[in-house]
């Protein structure tokens, strides 16, 4: 799966593991149709395993923490059960960790999907899957939202009371919960409270954007106009909280470095279903996919001449439900390095109007044969998100970028 995308679920009993290279605590929340606890009774973890249709098993160290819900037993005032986790150790964040949660059959253990949420990095815990009732049927959505203070951040944020140890005066302390009464027979475990910040923590990476530690941090939209994108920052295809756009083209551009010397980029968009399932690749050799809905304007084969040198069209409201992802790709199939090419860019446009409404400029390029420019995103609610990636690979070929392009969803 990818982030935001769906499925139906198939079993009336799933079971939610989340696996990583080091030890995760992975817990539950059954939340209302206003996204809160009813009490702190629905917060399901390794220290009150049982609730309503909610279950958590520990994996002793050996096997991954799960969390089962039998969509049968849940309360019908429940919308959606949440699933997160978080590092074992204190403090410790998911920088250089990927978790994967396996959505399973409880019955019979087959799977029914997988999502490693991508680009993770200071986040201390995650709401990663979330199981939800939708018109009398239940689904399976991928999350993959990060907090920065821990599982404490995510339980009060969604109701639960946290008792929180005085914190050193030279230490900052994290927010106060929201107002609701504490229930007593709540069990109170050290490793809820939110771990203090390291005295000096490292700087990100620059440019790419700070990691979420709220609901749409790190995200912006079209509301002023055209936006210029750094790496890994993304843009909501809305304005004003409406869906703007049904058609949009991607435009890549390339000049040669030396004056003379051809060089031939191709520009590709591959299409992955909800589990990063390779679906088709439109490229110059294959100028239309997915019944039309995704359009190659041809091929180029030095760069020469103004403006884009390859277009490539998409239909947004024509592409298959099971179309979750569109990774946009240039690679060299003359064989030269990104280091001899120019003024590498691509562009969003609205097909309907001309108008650019976002712009990815390639700088500081790599000796390699492929790069990632950007991704397309369908969001649960349909419309659309896309991230700039700007991440160099080998492939003088769309088969060779394939892999590394599913990867980066």
Not at 28 to 54: E, H
Not at 125 to 138: D, K, P, Q
Request: overall charge negative.
């Amino acid at each position: 799966m990818t982030p935001g995308s769906n499925i139906p679920l198939t079993a009336a009993r799933v079971t939610v593991d989340v696996s990583a290279p080091v030890r995760l605590d992975v817990s539950g929340l059954l939340l209302t149709a206003d996204g809160k606890v009813r009490s702190d009774d629905d917060f399901i973890f390794y220290n009150q395993p049982q609730g309503p249709g909610v279950t958590y098993r520990s994996g002793g160290g050996a096997a991954p923490d799960a969390i089962m819900v039998d969509t049968a037993a849940v309360p019908p005032g429940i919308e959606k059960i949440v699933v997160t986790a978080s590092p074992d150790a204190a403090g410790q964040s998911f920088q250089g960790i990927e978790p994967t949660a396996t959505i399973r059959n409880a019955d019979d253990s087959g799977v029914l999907a997988t999502f490693t949420p991508p680009q993770l990095g200071a986040e201390t815990a995650l709401v990663i899957v979330e199981i939800y009732r939708r018109n009398g049927t239940w689904k399976a959505r991928a999350v993959g939202q990060g907090y920065a203070d821990g599982l404490a951040g995510i339980a009060t944020d969604f109701g639960v009371t946290v008792e929180e140890p005085a914190a050193p005066a030279a230490q900052p302390v994290a927010p106060p919960a929201p107002t609701m009464p504490t229930v007593p027979s709540m069990p109170v475990d050290p490793r809820l409270a939110a771990p203090p910040a390291p005295a000096a923590p490292p700087a990100p990476p620059a440019p790419a954007a700070p990691p979420a530690a709220a609901p749409g941090s790190g995200k912006i939209n079209l509301d002023k106009g055209r936006v210029s994108l750094q790496k890994n920052q993304t843009v909501s295809l809305v304005k004003g909280g409406r869906p703007l756009l049904s058609r949009v083209k991607m435009g890549l551009g390339w000049e040669p470095a030396y004056r003379g010397k051809d060089i031939d980029l191709d520009a590709s968009v591959i299409a992955f279903g909800p589990q990063r399932n390779h679906l088709d690749s439109c490229y110059f050799g294959k100028l239309q996919i997915l019944g039309g809905s995704v359009q190659h304007s041809g091929d180029n084969l030095t760069g020469e001449g103004g403006g884009d040198d390859e277009v490539i069209t998409v239909d947004l409201g024509r592409l298959p439900q099971e179309v979750s992802g569109l990774v946009f790709t240039v690679n060299s199939f003359s064989g030269q390095k990104f280091t001899e090419v120019a003024k590498a860019y691509c562009r969003l446009i609205d097909a309907a109007s001309g108008e650019e409404l976002a712009r990815f400029d390639l700088t500081n390029a790599e000796p390699q044969t492929g790069v990632m420019m950007a991704k397309l995103i369908r969001q649960y609610s349909g419309e659309w998100e896309m991230t700039a990636i700007g991440e160099f690979v080998k492939g003088r070929t769309v088969r060779q970028m394939v892999k590394p392009a599913g990867a980066a969803l």
